[in-house]
């Protein structure tokens, strides 16, 4: 059984790593394009942001465990999964935008006064998320991993190299622009 489901796991393994990259290599590039203080300020907002990301991503965890069903129950499945990603990606951005400098406020209030706005910009990105993250479940429900490997390879490549890009235009904001942005594109 193993050998039988070894190649697909091996694909979900690697598609997983891809997607994860980003995540996990973001707050070093704001420690070595920025500074480990500015990267401090950064990896509160960007942990935070992590609450609004996700929902979207377990929503698509479940759609994906739910692949036997009929296909014309997968759609309106479907349907559902991404209303309630928007809703809770709304509600989330709204108490953000509203109140990112009391929440930071916690933490100090130099990470208010440094990462507010890169809070309320990363924020954002929940919406384009929905999408990445759909597009990568459907894949995985139609078992088209392979070809969706490219798309988020160059996808997890883009939103390190805009950040990078945006970190040298405009500190802190314009990283979390330049990130924001690529996961738009």
């Not at 992590?50 to 069903?69: D, H, K, Q, R, W």
């Not at 235009?169 to 690529?182: D, E, R």
Request: proline share 3%; hydrophobic share 55%; with cysteine.
């Amino acid at each position: 059984l193993l050998r039988k489901l070894g190649f697909s796991a091996f694909q979900h393994h690697i598609l997983n790593l891809i997607q994860q990259v980003p995540t996990t290599a973001l707050p070093v590039v704001v420690t070595i394009l920025l500074s480990a203080t500015t990267n401090a300020w950064f990896y509160i907002a960007w942990m935070i942001s992590g609450f609004v990301f996700t929902a979207s991503y377990a929503l698509t965890t479940v759609l994906y465990a739910i692949n036997t069903a009929p296909p014309d129950e997968i759609a309106r499945k479907m349907r559902m999964t991404l209303n309630l990603a928007l809703i809770t990606s709304l509600g989330a951005n709204l108490v953000i935008q509203i109140g990112a400098t009391q929440i930071l406020g916690l933490f100090g209030h130099t990470y208010a006064e440094e990462a507010a706005w890169s809070l309320r910009i990363v924020s954002l990105a929940a919406f384009p998320m929905i999408i990445k993250y759909h597009y990568i479940a459907v894949s995985r429900i139609n078992q088209t991993l392979l070809r969706a490997m490219l798309p988020v390879a160059i996808g997890s490549a883009l939103e390190l190299g805009a950040a990078a890009v945006g970190a040298r235009m405009g500190n802190l904001v314009g990283l979390t622009i330049g990130w924001t942005c690529a996961v738009c594109i």
